[in-house]
Antibody, heavy 120, light 107 residues
Framework: EVQLVQSGAEVKKPGESLKISCKGS????????IAWVRQMPGKGLEWVGI????????RYSPSFQGHVTISVDRSSSTAYLQWSSLKASDTAMYYC?????????????WGLGTLVTVSS | SYELTQPPSVSVFPGQTARITCSGD??????AYWYQQKPGQAPVLVIF???ERPSGIPERFSGSSSGKIVTLTIGGVQAEDEADYYC??????????FGGGTKLTVL
């Protein structure tokens, strides 16, 4: 059974750093892109970026480029989303999703989300 | 830049057919995907590649495409279908695009 298990909720202060995780199981982790999606409170879905675990090739939305970093640890089948300096506006639910195989660009399996709260 | 536009809300009575549209310049060239999101839950893929249904998704969910508009159709709507629905596609660099979401209310 394919599963994406995300790390638990986080409460941080502005300016702090944070790294959240998404652990894949039940499939060949290195062969499927993993995307990150933000959902701010009461708002819609926004694509943050994506990474291919096989070679760590990553792409970012222009809206998030330079503010977040997506990485992967193949040895533990885990993808990460990290911030070096959080802002209050980073408060949101963050989902990871496995991209469908081939030249198909939707997410077929999603994690349950990690709630990030940034408040002084 | 590419954008996807959805109506904010659609309302139907149980048993009726709900149609949710999504329009955008990217859609004639790229497939569309539809997600259902219920309150407090993660999104669930209900349609991929415009018209295909993942295993486990009820047959009452279907998708269609015509030019710049794709449509999610839910036939014989049930109370459990009340949710937010998002369309998604990609731009020319394969960056994901999401529509603003449509709240489906079952009256």
């Amino acid at each position: 059974e394919v599963q994406l298990v995300q790390s638990g909720a986080e409460v941080k202060k502005p300016g702090e750093s944070l790294k959240i995780s998404c652990k894949g199981s039940g499939y060949r982790f290195n062969s499927y892109w993993i995307a990150w999606v933000r959902q701010m409170p009461g708002k819609g879905l926004e694509w943050v970026g994506i990474i291919y675990p096989g070679d760590s090739d990553s792409r970012y939305s222009p809206s998030f480029q330079g503010h977040v970093t997506i990485s992967v640890d193949r040895s533990s089948s885990t993808a990460y989303l990290q911030w070096s300096s959080l802002k209050a506006s980073d408060t949101a639910m963050y989902y990871c999703a496995r991209r469908l195989a081939g030249y198909v660009y939707g997410g077929d399996y999603w994690g349950l989300g990690t709630l990030v709260t940034v408040s002084s | 830049s590419y954008e996807l536009t959805q109506p904010p809300s659609v309302s139907v009575f149980p048993g009726q057919t709900a149609r949710i549209t999504c329009s955008g310049d990217a859609l004639p060239k790229q497939y569309a995907y539809w997600y259902q999101q219920k309150p407090g839950q993660a999104p669930v893929l209900v349609i991929f590649k415009d018209t295909e249904r993942p295993s486990g998704i009820p047959e009452r969910f279907s998708g269609s495409s015509s030019g710049k508009i794709v449509t999610l159709t839910i036939g014989g709507v049930q109370a459990e279908d009340e949710a937010d629905y998002y369309c998604q596609s990609v731009d020319s660099s394969t960056a994901w695009l999401f529509g603003g979401g449509t709240k489906l209310t079952v009256l």
